[in-house]
């Protein structure tokens, strides 16, 4: 049997050759494979193999035979303490080569321009040509001006909320609930990186009522500037800590201050509408005058000087498929309609010939309701209003969608009383600020708009980033035999079908876009967005898995996009960031956060390891730290919902949990801090469980047959019906596990459990069984694998022989029996286990219905269905043939393989 341990060492000891041999170099590529049109400021990550390079080595990037200013600093470490990830800044000019050459240099490269200065609280950025003041901590403003040059485009940048006590009144009523405006007020401000490329500031608050002062809706702000550029990204979060049934915020947005100081004919508001154009128009227009239009001085005069002055401006985008532009000359009159359209590119412009600000919002019509404003246009200070949620819309309702739960033994419901809360679930969005000191051109604000929407990346080539072993196991695509293709064809037409479905059935919305349904009914035409726990997916079954083993392999731009709206969203509103159960998340439902299920399993930090890696984004860093401590709201809420005592003369112990998937989703959050930080601590953490498990009875089977028995809902145990889970006690002081005895057979019995590995659990230990180097704790993984669901007196006698079950007869039948027994074939080269391997996959492929169009009066619009869909089998299929391609990989078979005809399934 090939050792893992001597695998694991094997690599070290091969970087570690390769790092003397010569530098490192990788190639990368722009992700969306067109270099950015203006020059950028872009970050990324880049991985190495374990030993490859040292942790403070330098770099250089090139391209185009220019060197590029580069700054770099350590995302994740080997166990080694080689690095693993490397977070590298830089600026590119406008049509930058499609590929640069990232290297490891014995000096670090051309620095930036950019400085970073502090006097007291106040912070000031200066790129070489934008300088920023931010006033820090204790204020309004999260920004007190931007200027370029000696001109000041925008100030008094600040967050802005109105608050509505109650929901909207029902239409015979007449007592309208009362309003409050709030605005932010800064409660820290750090710089967490000073250049010299990137600059990049967190801004922490609350929202203060102007009239009562109460202080709420905590944000975290993150403000990023790049050596010579103007513009600059933000990163906008809020956690909603209200009372869901009375607090209902009505508007939602970032404020700046314009200085207007041309006269109103010269003085320009844009917007930006579908497929690249732009709105355009002076405040006081003058008979189509192409001077005006085209930004040069004019001067109105004759029967043009008594045009009207238009001072108010509003692109509202009330759901994703119109939006409206509309103006008005002052507050008392009234609001006339300009345009309309069907998707606009959430870019807004205010200013006149010596420039001013744009703001971009991306996603702005998939997170609806939305809109952009620009009031007071012809005073001295124009207000510029980006609104993540707009003021135009209805209120945002977080309650529950009933009063009363839907759970009877309808598990996938489970709402129960205090559980189904908004309080503490997030929000990020991203938008982009563009100061100018001239009018830019109608082409320019169509390229900031184009910029704000999609944030260029440059990415390794999959080959790369395959080659050095990060992420665990996962394929290249390969279609050079007729089962190959019909594996990766089969990869390809579900992600297709899914892309589509997003659209088709209108997956979008402020709280819910880059979330998938659940399940489909195939009688009403319909996903099951109103039935209990069949609707938001959230991450049930490693749907972002799916996605970004997707992305991976593929290096696809379309699938990068919708992998990262998957995490932007599921990271954030299905997790609970702060409050008693910080750090869990809810399974699916209706609403995003209603089931009553609050799970570690759901919020773990593996589902968005990818995209922090390689964007190096900050915030998603907040919320992988966050989950470490997530052992401490499991301790409060038992992930089996079922409040059993300790039996007395059992040893006491914190909370009861199950070695899977809940200590293999602990030990991922600690693995993903131990590899970001280099902290033995968070690896003797996992190893305390290690040892624990060790010395159990069944090692990781240990567990309770009854851990699902429907009898306790009612409280009594009867007769034992099947199941059972790996239920241990856990200590949160120590990190350790206790066996608990069987209520029935009165000791630890050995069970398997159907959630253990297909919530994420397979992918984390698939990588940190190999991190770990622990011989003994490989052969107690690989003896899961091979032997799953064998009895007591098997498992017993392997734990001396290590070869029962070759066979393959004791592999799980659950949804991860096939990547089970692959992992076994893999480490074994035992035939029987790939054969059953690639059976179990082809069971689980079982025939899908090809696509058909429903419309007419079947339909509320043309839409596309596929009997049989379900988004637990698409992600778990999915994951399984991307697995079971790499770990079988000399063991496939050369012609496709037929699929069974699925199950006829009757009510």
């Known amino acids: ?135 820090g901590e204790g204020g309004e403003n999260l920004i007190d001006s931007l200027r370029i040059g000696d001109r000041e485009a925008a100030r008094a940048g600040r967050l802005v909320c109105l608050l509505q006590n109650g929901p909207a009144p029902e239409p015979d009523d007449t007592a309208a609930p009362g309003r409050e405006s709030f605005a932010s007020i800064v409660k820290s401000a750090v710089v967490e990186q000073s250049g010299p490329v990137r600059a990049v500031v967190r801004l922490e608050g609350f929202h203060r009522g102007a009239r009562s002062g109460r202080e709420w809706l905590p944000f975290t702000v993150r403000l990023y500037f790049y050596s010579g550029q103007t513009a600059v990204r933000m990163v906008h979060t809020i956690v909603f800590d209200g009372d869901q049934e009375k607090d209902f915020v009505r508007g939602l947005g970032v404020r700046f201050d314009v200085p207007m100081r041309e006269q109103v004919q010269n003085r320009t508001v844009r917007f930006a509408g579908e497929n690249g154009g732009v709105w355009s128009e002076p405040l006081q227009p003058g008979g189509g005058s192409i001077d005006q239009e085209t930004g040069k001085p004019f001067a109105i005069t004759g029967e043009f000087f008594e045009n009207a002055v238009w001072d108010d401006f509003k692109l509202v985008q009330p759901n994703p498929h119109g939006f409206n532009i509309v103006k008005r000359t002052n507050r008392w009159s009234t609001w006339l309609a300009s345009a309309a359209g069907s998707r606009a590119g959430g870019y807004v412009f205010a200013g006149d010939l010596g420039g001013g600000l744009g703001v971009g919002i991306k996603d702005f019509w998939q997170s609806y309701p939305a809109s952009l404003e620009v009031r007071r246009a012809s005073t001295a200070t124009a207000q510029l209003t980006a609104w993540l949620w707009s003021p135009d819309a209805q209120e945002m309702d977080m309650r529950h969608y009933d009063i009363r739960g839907h759970t009877l033994r309808a598990s996938y419901e489970d709402v129960q009383p205090g559980m189904s809360t908004a309080y503490g679930v997030a929000r990020t969005s991203e938008l982009m600020l563009f100061p100018s000191a001239a009018l830019p051109s109608r082409a320019a604000a169509a390229a900031d708009a184009r910029a704000g929407s999609a944030l260029p990346l440059l990415v390794s080539t999959p080959e790369y980033m395959h080659s050095t072993k990060v992420f665990g196991v996962w394929s290249l695509p390969d279609r050079s035999t007729a089962f190959k293709r019909q594996a990766e064809d089969g990869l390809d037409s579900v992600l297709a079908f899914y892309q589509r479905q997003v659209d088709e059935r209108d997956w979008y919305g402020f709280w819910q876009y880059g979330d998938f349904m659940h399940s489909y009914s195939a009688p009403r035409h319909l996903w099951h967005y109103d039935w209990g726990g069949h609707a938001w997916q959230n991450t049930e079954l490693g749907v972002p898995l799916w996605l970004w083993y997707s992305f991976l392999r593929t290096g696809r731009a379309d699938i990068f996009r919708l992998a990262e709206a998957n995490t932007r969203n599921t990271s954030e509103t299905n997790v609970y960031h702060l409050g008693p159960m910080a750090g869990l998340g809810s399974r699916h439902n209706v609403i995003k956060w209603g089931c009553g299920a609050k799970e570690a399993r759901v919020s773990q930090a593996v589902h968005w390891r990818a995209f922090y890696y390689l964007t190096a984004d900050e915030r998603t860093g907040d919320i992988m730290r966050m989950t470490t401590k997530a052992d401490e709201s499991v301790a409060r809420y038992d992930p089996m919902r079922l409040a059993q005592p300790q039996v007395p003369g059992e040893p006491e112990f914190d909370s009861r949990i199950r070695i899977g998937p809940d200590w293999f989703v602990l030990a991922g959050n600690w693995m993903a801090e131990w590899e970001r930080t280099g902290d033995a601590r968070w690896r003797d953490r996992i190893l305390a469980g290690v040892d624990s498990i060790m010395a159990m009875p069944y090692w990781i089977q240990t567990g309770q047959r009854n851990g699902l028995n429907p009898d306790i809902l009612t409280g009594e145990i009867g007769p034992l019906k099947g199941g059972g889970s790996m239920t241990v006690g856990y200590d949160i002081k120590t990190g350790k596990l206790t066996p608990i005895r069987d209520p029935i057979a009165k000791e630890p019995v050995p069970v398997s459990y159907n959630l253990a590995t297909i919530q994420g659990g397979a992918e984390v230990m698939f990588e940190l069984v190999a991190l770990l180097g622990r011989e003994d704790f490989a052969r107690a993984w690989l003896q899961y694998c091979r032997i799953g669901g064998a009895p007591a007196d098997v498992l017993k006698r392997d734990q001396k022989t290590g070869d029962e079950g070759m066979d393959a007869r004791y592999v799980l039948r659950e949804q991860s029996g096939p990547r089970m027994a692959a992992y076994a074939y893999a480490h074994t080269k035992s035939a029987p286990f790939a054969e059953r391997a690639i059976a179990d996959w082809a069971r689980m492929s079982t025939r899908r219905a090809a696509p058909k169009w429903i419309n007419g009066a079947d339909s509320l619009k043309p839409v596309e269905e596929s009997l049989g869909v379900s988004t637990n089998s698409a992600a778990q299929t999915g994951l399984t043939t991307i697995q079971l391609l790499e770990l079988c990989k000399d063991h496939l078979p050369a012609d496709s393989v037929p699929f069974p005809e699925p199950p006829v399934r009757r009510r």
Not at 19 to 30: N, P
Not at 90 to 104: N, R
């Open 1 to 135: 049997m090939n050792s893992p341990l001597l695998r694991f060492c094997s690599l070290a000891l091969l970087g570690s050759i390769m790092t003397i041999a010569h530098a490192q170099e990788t190639t990368l590529r722009w992700l969306d494979e067109t270099p950015p049109a203006q020059n950028t400021g872009v970050s990324f990550g880049v991985p190495w193999p374990q030993g490859a390079v040292g942790r403070d080595a330098a770099f250089t990037l090139s391209a185009d035979g220019q060197t590029l200013p580069v700054q770099t600093w350590p995302l994740a470490y080997w166990p080694d303490g080689s690095l693993k990830w490397s977070g590298i800044a830089t600026v590119v000019p406008a049509g930058f080569s499609i590929e640069a050459k990232l290297t490891v240099a014995q000096s670090p490269a051309a620095a930036g321009a950019l400085r970073v200065t502090r006097d007291g609280r106040a912070i000031v950025i200066d790129t070489g040509a934008l300088v920023c003041a931010i006033p």
